[in-house]
DNA sequence: TATTGACCTCAAGTAGACATGAGGTTTTAG
DNA sequence: CTAAAACCTCATGTCTACTTGAGGTCAATA
């Protein structure tokens, strides 16, 4: 009981496997001191950490992005203008997929009774079949491209 | 020119690879008519679709998730009813989301100068040591489990 | 001190979401 | 009509994010 928590200790509080925190640890995303016998020890802040990484996987970001932006997040020191930037970069990134889902569902919800997202070229709501003229409008979410 | 789309032109124009449409297919999230030569080719409404799977999918939604909802999209017909549930399933899930990245966004941004997301608990602010005490306000992340 | 439960490493397996390639058929443009 | 471009199926490969298992070590407690 020396302050530190196993890896067992933040599996039970963390809610997530043992073995993930050993993935975790390989891929870089968690840091561990060792016992003379090479077990894991934890410092307090890892549950956070942890934490962090299962909400944001949760939010459907991936484990190599996610650790790109953890890694501005060293356990000790951490300056200023480094935590700045991090917030930053999460926040444009949070951002971007909260404003994507956003519109896709008010995009679901502009549709009042048909299976297609556009009043436009709905074929139940188009009966005279005008479809096929590309005309604007109908492209908003094809063209939704990125890099 | 029949009206109809083949995979090449849905393809170039959603963006996604043929291979990835014929694994949609495949998985049941798209469907096809074929040609005499077994060659599909696709209602217009299919660019919605594949649309929507593009979006979902970015957000981080699994093409399970998607499909189970997409399936109460049929492409002809669809009772206002049928349209209603689904609506308000994606929305309930989307806002799940929407509300899960609010949170990780709020929560970075809530800490000032530090690595970790709590003002109580941090080592940085709590030069005094008063770590170990596991008081309240300190669990929120650690215990949002869920099934 | 002994033993049992927790850990360790490393290799291999799994599931989801495609991409690639082989070998063959269909379409379409000249 | 013919040749190239586009398709087809089916098998296999890839990457991510883990899980499982074998074979062995550590540590806490009775």
Redesign the pocket.
């Known amino acids: 009981m020396d302050n530190t928590l196993?890896?067992?200790?933040v599996?039970r509080r963390s809610g997530?496997?043992?073995?993930?925190l050993?993935?975790?640890e390989e891929?870089g995303l968690i840091q561990?001191l060792?016992?003379?016998?090479?077990?894991?020890r934890y410092h307090r802040s890892i549950l956070r950490r942890v934490a962090i990484?299962r909400i944001a996987?949760q939010a459907g970001i991936?484990?190599?992005i996610i650790k790109s932006h953890l890694e501005k997040f060293p356990t000790r020191e951490v300056s200023p203008s480094d935590w700045q930037q991090m917030s930053s970069e999460w926040r444009a990134m949070l951002n971007e997929r909260i404003l994507s889902l956003t519109q896709l569902r008010d995009k679901l919800d502009s549709c009042i009774g048909c299976g297609c997202l556009s009043l436009r070229d709905c074929p139940l709501r188009n009966p005279e079949d005008k479809l096929g003229e590309e005309g604007p409008g109908a492209r908003i979410l094809e063209e939704e491209r990125q890099s």
């Open positions: 196993s890896v067992g200790d599996a997530v496997a043992v073995s993930t050993h993935y975790y891929k561990s060792r016992t003379q016998g090479k077990q894991r990484i996987k991936s484990l190599r």
